[in-house]
């Protein structure tokens, strides 16, 4: 089995006096894209915060590729190659899809340029001149999934990136995820939609009160669909 790039032990995390995460345990191996499925509140968007040093206060350990990053600020996590999408996508409405793409400093060998990402999000290359506030909401996911490819950042986490789209853009966004992966990037994504996340992922965490409760492999997520249900409440 391959070492893990992300190795997340005994995390707890903290918003002001709020204790959000405690004690989460996971990993992440390379090329691996990997879930953290759980109803809302259960501390899947502060886990990813908290992996790139966005929270007030941290304890425990995330070690990348080896390094402990728990520490470290938030630039630095970053130029570890580590790239947040988050759920708001944060996309420039006065730059236009090209200004988007290039506004990330690269960090690190390979990454994807602009032809290449053109050629893996056909829409926004159709739409390189419009403004940000011009783009559909599914056009807002892509690019900000696009930019962060560019970079060179190697471990990519994905906020929540089907919400509130057209079944036929989720269906894009499943397709744009096994083609990251198949590129060779390592993904862990966020997620309320299992039925979404089975078409991508290799394995799933499920938390729960701020911990991982459980590991489903994809290939037992059929067979353990009523403790699923259970768990989200579906």
């Known amino acids: 089995m391959a070492d893990a790039m992300l190795k997340v032990t005994n995390l707890e995390s903290w918003y002001g006096e709020s204790h959000i995460l405690h004690g989460v345990d996971f990993e992440v191996r390379e090329g691996e894209v990997v879930t953290l499925l759980g109803r809302n509140g259960a501390g899947k968007t502060t886990t990813m915060k908290s992996i790139m040093g966005l929270v007030g206060r941290r304890a425990g350990s995330i070690r990348f590729k080896g390094e402990e990053i728990v520490g470290l600020r938030p630039d630095l996590v970053a130029r570890r190659g580590i ?16 200004e988007n793409l290039m506004l990330p400093p690269r960090i690190a060998e390979g990454g994807l340029d602009i032809e290449r990402i053109y050629t893996l999000f056909p ?37 929540e990136p089907t919400e509130g ?19 060779g990037f390592t993904v862990l994504l966020v997620e309320q939609n299992f039925r979404f996340a089975a078409t991508v992922a290799d394995r799933h965490y499920v938390m729960e009160h701020g911990k991982v409760i459980d590991m489903i492999p994809n290939a037992e997520l059929e067979r353990s669909m009523d403790k699923l249900h259970e768990y989200l409440g579906v």
Do not use: H, W, Y
Not at 83 to 98: K, M, N, Q, Y
Not at 130 to 152: D, H, N, V
Not at 165 to 179: D, F, M, N, S, Y
């Open 165 to 183: 789209l057209a079944p036929v853009i989720v269906q894009q966004i499943g397709r744009t995820i096994r083609e990251i992966k198949a590129l």
């Open 83 to 98: 790239a947040l999408c988050p759920e708001e996508r944060g996309i420039f409405a006065s730059l236009d899809v090209t």
């Open 123 to 159: 829409n926004l290359k159709e739409r390189a001149n419009s403004p940000g506030t011009k783009l559909s909401g599914g056009e807002q996911q892509m690019l900000a999934i696009a930019r962060i490819l560019r970079t060179g950042a190697r471990l990519l986490l994905l906020d």
